[in-house]
């Protein structure tokens, strides 16, 4: 969790992206488990990660069939949630057609591996579900867009055994639960979008009430009480059930 620990410098944060695979029958979300090397070490999160410079590269247009739908900014955030994803999980989001279960064994980066399979993207193939800021007490930070996608068929997760040491299909209610009761390491942005699952209970239903839901910006704020402990505080016009909570 995040704990007040100093001002940062960092007033623009690098944008980053973040998916949610969901299936149903039953209702489930795809989450990864962090190495315990890198950032988030050994957390329970959705795939995903910072969005590189090729992501927004113009030699993506003839590999994504609706590249001038979304301004370079959303198109760059698009790919690179779709690329982590690939390199985290193998699972390619938004191929037609597509159902190589190894992708991350090919080799290649995401756009060569696109233009060799002969496949196209679509980018509508995700819905914005939430945007979260990294609070600014925090030394690390990210700006970060929360994207929610089915999980397409036929096609098997698979860590890539670096940055991700293991893949789960987990229930979205059993796995905030677990974060609650302390048996599972889940960052509160992670805990908080698992709860949007389990208010929505189905793939057809998450993607609807997110179509809907009015944009906003989270900035959580740390809050330290006399007694030393501390809370996350979050406006109640995000729109989720918890405004405070306390680690």
């Given at each position: 969790?995040?704990?007040?620990?100093?001002?940062?410098?960092?007033?623009?944060?690098?944008?980053?992206?973040?998916?949610?695979?969901?299936r149903d029958d039953p209702f489930e979300v795809l989450m990864v488990r962090r190495s315990s090397r890198g950032t988030f070490a050994s957390a329970l999160v959705f795939p995903g990660g910072a969005i590189d410079p090729d992501d927004a590269s113009d030699e993506w247009e003839?590999?994504?069939e609706d590249f001038a739908d979304f301004v370079p900014e959303e198109r760059a955030r698009r790919i690179g949630a779709i690329r982590e994803t690939w390199e985290e999980t193998s699972i390619l989001v938004g191929a037609s057609?597509?159902?190589e279960p190894a992708g991350i064994l090919a080799g290649a980066g995401l756009r060569d591996f696109v233009g060799r399979s002969g496949v196209r993207l679509r980018?509508?193939?995700?819905?914005?579900?939430?945007?979260?800021?990294?609070?600014?007490?925090?030394?690390?930070?990210f700006d970060t867009r929360f994207y929610v996608a089915r999980a397409p068929y036929g096609q098997v997760a698979v860590?890539?055994?670096?940055?991700i040491v293991g893949v789960e299909w987990v229930s979205p209610d059993e796995a905030a639960r677990s974060a609650r009761r302390g048996e599972?390491?889940?960052i509160f942005p992670t805990l908080m979008n698992l709860d949007r699952l389990v208010e929505s209970g189905s793939v057809n239903?998450?993607?609807?009430?997110?179509?809907?839901?009015?944009?906003?910006?989270?900035?959580?704020?740390?809050?330290?009480?006399?007694d030393g402990s501390r809370s996350i505080v979050i406006p109640a016009e995000a729109g989720y059930a918890v405004t405070r909570f306390s680690p």
């Open positions: 969790m995040w704990g007040a620990r100093r001002q940062t410098t960092d007033e623009n944060p690098p944008a980053s992206a973040t998916l949610l695979l969901v003839p590999l994504v057609g597509y159902a980018l509508d193939a995700l819905t914005t579900l939430a945007h979260w800021i990294t609070p600014v007490t925090e030394p690390r930070r860590a890539d055994g670096s940055e599972s390491p889940i239903a998450t993607i609807s009430a997110a179509e809907v839901r009015p944009e906003f910006t989270v900035l959580p704020v740390i809050e330290t009480a006399e």
